[in-house]
């Protein structure tokens, strides 16, 4: 998720030291510079080749941090880079260098080109660790006041309407508190079609500029937040957090029905664990329904 940095109150300089070999993934503040940790710090300083979504955003941070290049690297990869510079920095990695790679801003791999490579590595059989930090969709989790115990990363929404209305059908159901990424430009048009899709009762969180100077919190439900944004002009980063969806009422039809289908792969045993943990309601009365259908 692309998020500016803010150079105000910069940690103190890190000291210079070698790293492992292999590839350190860095996560990076998403608004406050202030926000990276001090083994990111050493891992930038100490890194034998940089690698970067955005060069010049990481070659800021590091100004900001008072991180010297000292002549190291600074090698792009983001989603247009080609098979060519993922095998520079595997031959690298093979040639036993430590390598940072930066996300523009936040974690590594959450909407971010670094999948892939990481995926070629651990191909490779080459080593990789992870620096952990900042990431918008835990932050705007954290502040959301949504259930947090069990959530869902759906990362940004497709443009188009109608894969953006498939897209949220898909997700009606799960029980989970859902995150997205999604554009100021097109947030207005997203929130009323969850409202549509999802129900517009359901409870809802926006958070917009995270860590930043003008960050900004908005609950309400789905119908209600549709409303306000459309009146007003949206801008910088912006989190959507929905609430889980609303259990649907149970019938013995709908144990019957799911008990059935459950039967033509399972045991009596087994799908009554199945349906009883998957409709949430007790084993026993699905049990007992699940015998009289088998003997029937």
């Known amino acids: ?36 940790t001090l083994r990111a710090l050493d891992v930038l300083a100490g890194a034998d080749v940089l690698v970067a979504e955005d060069t010049r955003t990481l070659r800021h941070l590091m100004e900001i941090h008072g991180i010297p290049l000292n002549g190291r690297p600074v090698i792009a990869y983001h989603d247009h880079s080609g098979e060519g510079q993922m095998q520079r ?23 971010d080109p670094g999948f892939e490579l990481a995926r070629a590595v651990a191909a490779a059989g080459l080593p990789m660790t992870a620096a952990p930090g900042p990431c918008a969709a835990v932050c705007a989790l954290t502040l959301s006041g949504l259930p947090s115990d069990r959530f869902f990363f759906a990362g940004f929404p497709p443009s188009a ?68 944004v459309a009146t007003r002009e949206i801008k910088g980063e912006i989190v959507v957090l929905v609430d889980r969806a609303v259990p ?47 003997q029937g």
């Open 161 to 228: 309407q109608g894969a953006r209305r498939s897209f949220l059908e898909d997700m009606a159901g799960v029980k989970a508190t859902l995150i997205l990424y999604e554009s100021p430009k097109r947030l207005a048009a997203l929130l009323a079609e969850m409202a549509a899709t999802l129900g517009g009762a359901r409870q809802a969180v926006v958070c917009r500029e995270l860590t930043k100077r003008f960050e900004e919190v908005l609950r309400g439900d789905l119908a209600t937040l549709a409303e306000e």
């Open 248 to 294: 649907a009422e149970v019938t013995e039809e709908s144990i019957v029905e799911a008990l059935d289908t459950a039967l033509r792969s399972m045991s009596v045993k087994d799908a009554a664990t199945f349906v009883s943990q998957t409709l949430g309601v007790s084993r026993k009365i699905v049990y007992r329904i699940a015998l009289d259908r088998s």
């Open 1 to 36: 998720m692309r998020q500016g940095s803010d150079p105000a109150d910069a940690a103190p300089k890190p000291a210079l030291r070698a790293i492992p070999p292999g590839l350190h993934f860095v996560s990076t503040p998403i608004g406050t510079a202030r926000d990276i």
């Open 89 to 111: 920095i595997i031959g690298l990695l093979a040639e036993g260098k430590s390598l940072a790679y930066a996300s523009e801003a936040g974690t590594p791999l959450i909407s």
